[in-house]
């Protein structure tokens, strides 16, 4: 039995980090969307192995324990102490990696999803999320999909209500950012501004796009090299001028993103953004 399932990509609304954890990890405060651009997994359940097989048509990505993918799978079949009669996955790539998309995140959520509807379609989804969790920060939320406010290392999750339609230009730089260094790089006290999270929610809770474009935060920007903020906030610029309603940096970066109501200004935008090395994508929440 082969399933064929969707894994999105998120963005951050908001990122604040409220503490220093005695474990070393950081205490977040996000609302985070998904959004229509998504890796594709093929999942083969019951291929005899008793294996978990990994592939991916971008050979940059690790193709073993070290995947996330692979990490999901492995913790399902132990934590449902359910006997692995081999399972193939295939990633197909088209989240940009190292982007703050959560693409890793996305694909082992997906994992999850396909393996709990082939061996345990009772499992409910917040034993589902409980297992993400042990997989990656993000895969909980990547298991529920859709608006939420994530607190914690990103497990504890409330459901919001949904972004209101809209374009999403997304533009990635050709450069990656690694999310354990720009964490090194966070003093608290010198974190000067952060996300007003409750306004963030309220502008939900409204339906007002114009309001949760005016509400956008990023800790993250703070923390940036002169190098990585010239080109991330040359981004940001290109994308206002051209009519973005908002323009942040997701997660950890360095992906910008920019929110348009008319869809002319959003392919001024993207023609504007061209070149570079940079990757963009037009997409919309989900």
């Known amino acids: ?156 999750l409330a459901t919001l209500p949904p972004m209101p339609a809209c374009h999403l230009l997304i533009c990635k730089p050709e450069f990656g950012l690694s999310t354990p260094a720009l964490f090194g ?10 996300p007003d999270t409750t306004a963030m929610i309220q502008a939900l809770e409204q339906q007002n796009l114009p309001h949760i474009a005016q509400h956008l935060g990023n800790v993250f920007e703070q923390v940036l090299s002169p190098e990585e903020g010239a080109e991330i906030f040359a981004i940001k610029a290109t994308m206002a001028v051209h009519g973005a309603l908002g323009v942040l940096m997701t997660g950890s970066g360095p992906t910008v993103f920019g929110i348009f109501k008319e869809e002319t200004a959003l392919k001024e935008g993207k023609t504007a953004l061209e070149g570079n090395g940079r990757q963009i994508f037009i997409t919309t929440p989900v």
């Open 185 to 194: 790089r966070v003093r608290l006290e010198k974190l000067t501004v952060r």
């Open 1 to 156: 039995m082969t399933y064929t399932i969707p894994a999105h990509g998120k963005l951050n609304l908001t990122l604040d980090i409220v503490a220093k954890r005695p474990d070393g990890y950081h205490d977040l405060e996000m609302v985070m969307q998904s959004v229509a651009l998504h890796d594709v997994i093929h999942l083969t359940c019951g291929t005899g192995t008793g294996e978990i097989a990994l592939s991916c048509d971008d050979e940059r990505l690790p193709c073993n324990e070290k995947n996330i993918a692979y990490k999901a799978a492995a913790v399902f079949f132990a934590d449902t102490a359910i006997p692995c009669d081999g399972v193939d996955i295939h990633i197909e790539k088209r989240i940009p990696m190292e982007a703050g998309m959560a693409g890793g995140s996305a694909d082992g959520a997906a994992v999850l999803r396909g393996l709990c509807a082939h061996y345990a379609p009772d499992l409910s989804l917040e034993t589902l999320e409980t297992m993400g969790a042990k997989v990656g920060s993000d895969v909980a939320f990547c298991v529920r999909e859709g608006t939420a406010l994530a607190q914690g290392r990103g497990e504890r």
